[in-house]
């Protein structure tokens, strides 16, 4: 549903994004992940047709990003949910929304079908001839949202959706975007919180103006190295320590009873650990595999870009 190929914007000499490449599937809810200047704000705009691109391709759906054409038909299957929020602050919930949906040439009917339905669903309905300026944060990025759904997109694109909401509100944000998910819409989500990307995510793709990583949060716990093997010992023998020396085990440390190993893939080394010491002589009284978090992973990921 959306595709890139070394997709690139310049700033002068800054790059914000660099050669980004990846794809995005119909249904999906995509995480893009990074710091505070990795580039998000910028992929968006730029798949959204609201600033060029410098080099490189972009594709929505069937149409390619680039044309003043396309950009017209883009448009019109995208929703976008903007970093700054930008309601009209001096019309009512409900106006918000009708305006928007006139811009879409929305009939009469759709409109108030529309409205009606996004309103109930984010819990504003009651609120709906309250002016927006009167609106808490998570009020108006409720009513923000609502608003990138109107002409009913089948790609949804949030900037930050959560940010400066409180937990309470972001939680019902992160709910919506999941009940999103069951009407089967491609949600593109960038966000700077890994917790919120783990939690409501298909995949993620790791941004640092380059793209470090993309995969399923359980494929990118699995990719990142370091894990550790703690073994557990009744005793710890010269025997043990040497069969262990003949695997080759990487950065072995002994404190008291207990070793702790690096591994990379548990599954493999740890039977020729546990074979190599009950070989020695010596009786195990748990293993336990030490999986660096995803947390781990990210920020190991921008620390190694930002050198
Ligand atoms: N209009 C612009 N002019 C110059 N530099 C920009 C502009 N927009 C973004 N940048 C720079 O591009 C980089 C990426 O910014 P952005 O895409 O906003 O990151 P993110 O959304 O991940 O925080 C930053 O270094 C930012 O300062
Ligand atoms: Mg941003």
């Known amino acids: 549903m959306i595709e890139t190929e070394n997709l690139t914007r310049k700033f002068g000499d800054l790059t914000a994004v660099d ?6 599937d119909k249904g999906e809810v995509f995480g893009f992940l990074g710091p505070n200047g990795a580039g998000k704000t910028t992929t968006v705009r730029m798949l959204c047709c609201l600033i060029t691109k410098t ?3 972009a594709k929505i759906g069937d149409y390619e990003v680039g044309s003043q054409e396309n950009a017209l038909k883009i448009r019109k299957i995208i929703g976008l949910v903007p ?3 930008g309601l009209y602050e001096s019309l009512t919930a409900y106006e918000n929304l009708d305006y928007y949906g006139t811009l879409y040439r929305r009939t009469d009917s759709q409109r108030k079908e529309s409205n009606e339905y996004f309103l109930k669903l984010l819990g504003l309905w009651a609120k709906r001839d309250a002016l927006a300026g009167g609106f808490s944060k998570g009020m108006k990025q409720k009513l923000a949202i609502a608003r990138a759904l109107v002409h009913n997109p089948e790609v949804l694109f949030m900037d930050e959706p959560t940010a400066n909401l409180d937990p309470e509100a972001a939680k019902t944000v992160r709910e919506f975007i999941l009940d999103l998910k069951k ?14 990307a783990q939690r409501v995510c298909d995949r993620i793709a790791i941004l640092n103006t380059r793209l470090m990583a993309v995969g399923t ?10 894990r550790k093997t703690v073994i557990q010992l009744r005793q710890v023998t010269e025997a043990i320590l ?3 020396k003949h695997l080759h085990v990487e950065n072995l440390v002994r404190e008291g009873n207990k070793l702790t190993v ?3 893939n548990s599954e493999e080394e740890n039977p020729d650990m546990v074979n190599a010491i009950v070989a020695a002589g010596g009786r195990i009284e748990t293993v336990t595999v030490l999986g660096s978090s995803l947390e781990d992973a990210y920020l190991k990921l921008v620390r190694e870009n930002a050198q």
């Open 19 to 24: 050669n980004l490449t990846l794809r995005v």
């Open 55 to 57: 080099s490189g391709k």
């Open 83 to 85: 970093d700054n929020v």
């Open 183 to 196: 009407e089967k819409k491609t949600i593109f989500i960038n966000t700077h919180n890994l917790d919120e």
């Open 217 to 226: 949060p359980e494929e990118l716990e699995r990719s990142i190295r370091g």
């Open 242 to 244: 040497s069969s262990l």
């Open 262 to 264: 690096d591994v990379e």
